[in-house]
């Protein structure tokens, strides 16, 4: 089995509504469950907004550290999970049923398999 990272990229702003997101987070906790009880989930996450997130970058023999995203867009990482799947084929069924489960762009990415000991 290779693993998979499924990543949810949102736009950048405030959240949805708690109406809008209700739903949404009730179709992610279904996803989820589905690909626990089909062996496939391993971790999963959600992020904190990029504003929260601190930046660390090797200048010679120094490293810089700043505030904020590393990389500025109109959309961030918002999320994660990692799978295990057979082939990409299956990781995409997986990616497919994300993006429905979200509404939201999923991208679908294989793990190198040595990194992960």
């Not at 929260?52 to 550290?65: C, E, F, P, W």
Request: aromatic share 8%; glycine share 10%; net charge negative.
């Amino acid at each position: 089995m290779t693993h998979y990272l499924l990543t949810i990229y949102q736009p950048d702003g405030e959240p949805p509504a708690p109406e809008v997101l209700e739903p949404i987070m009730k179709n992610v906790a279904a996803f989820e469950e589905e690909l626990r009880a089909a062996g496939a989930w391993v971790f999963s996450g959600g992020l904190h907004p990029p504003s929260t997130s601190t930046v660390l970058r090797a200048q010679g023999d120094d490293v810089l550290i700043t505030d904020g995203p590393y990389l500025e867009g109109k959309e961030h990482v918002g999320g994660f999970t990692l799978i295990r799947a057979a082939d990409l084929d299956e990781a995409l069924v997986w990616g497919r049923k994300a993006a429905r489960a979200v509404g939201l762009p999923i991208e679908v990415r294989p793990f190198v398999e040595e990194s992960l000991g």
